[in-house]
Antibody, heavy 123, light 108 residues
């Protein structure tokens, strides 16, 4: 069974840093791209960033709203994806979800989601 | 950025009725990169449809997707009690990947 479990959320002051982890199991992590999304309280979904699998360069993309502050990385030996969040702002308050991306066109899809971890940025 | 506009914002229906949800894109989206999700309170989104019309694993056949270009539709043929939720469309054809604002399907 494919499982993704986010951790590392919590209450943090503006300007501080936090690192989220997405621990996975049930599939060959290194074969898949991973992505992070977030959802502010009572709001819709927003894409945060994406990391390709190593065979596709392991490169990353980030949304403009977090570019330069957030960094996505992966440790294929541990089957974990990370979201390093620096210079946090109050508007970064949200539930953060990690997802698996199955990228074979025409069947490309974000097919598995974690349960999410809440990040609250407040003083 | 591609803006996805979902309509209606809320629809009030009874179990057994048909629901038709619309997602309109500000520019053309490849059908291969259009998805629909269901989200219930306190839960993560659940993938329903990808590639505009392919059902994800385990999704009942009362859910169907259609459309191309800038107009996409999610249809629930006969609403079951567990289908009352918020539905989002998403495009991942062009970065930044974007979502519609959601359609809430509530019990009438």
């Amino acid at each position: 069974e494919v499982q993704l479990v986010e951790s590392g959320g919590g209450l943090v002051e503006p300007g501080r840093s936090l690192r989220l982890s997405c621990t996975t199991s049930g599939f060959t992590f290194g074969d898949y791209a991973m992505s992070w999304f977030r959802q502010a309280p009572g709001k819709g979904l927003e894409w945060v960033g994406f990391i390709r699998s190593k065979p596709y360069g392991g490169t990353t993309e980030e949304a403009a709203s977090v570019k330069g502050r957030f960094t996505i990385s992966r440790d294929d030996s541990k089957s974990i994806a990370y979201l390093q969040m620096n210079s946090l702002k109050t508007e970064d308050t949200a539930v953060y979800y990690c997802t698996r991306y199955s990228g074979v066109v025409p069947a490309a899809r974000f097919d598995s989601w974690g349960q999410g971890t809440l990040v609250t940025v407040a003083s | 950025d591609i803006v996805l506009t979902q309509s209606p914002g809320t629809m009030s229906l009874s179990p057994g009725e048909r629901a038709t949800l619309s997602c309109r894109a500000s520019q053309s989206v490849s059908s291969s990169y259009l998805a629909w999700y269901q989200q219930k309170p306190g839960q993560a989104p659940r993938l329903l449809i990808y590639g505009a019309s392919s059902r994800a694993t385990g999704i009942p056949d009362r859910f169907s997707g259609s459309g191309s270009g800038t107009d996409f539709t999610l249809t629930i043929s006969r609403l079951e009690p567990e289908d009352f939720a918020v539905y989002y469309c998403q495009q991942y054809d062009s970065s930044p990947w974007t979502f519609g604002q959601g359609t809430k399907v509530e019990i009438k």
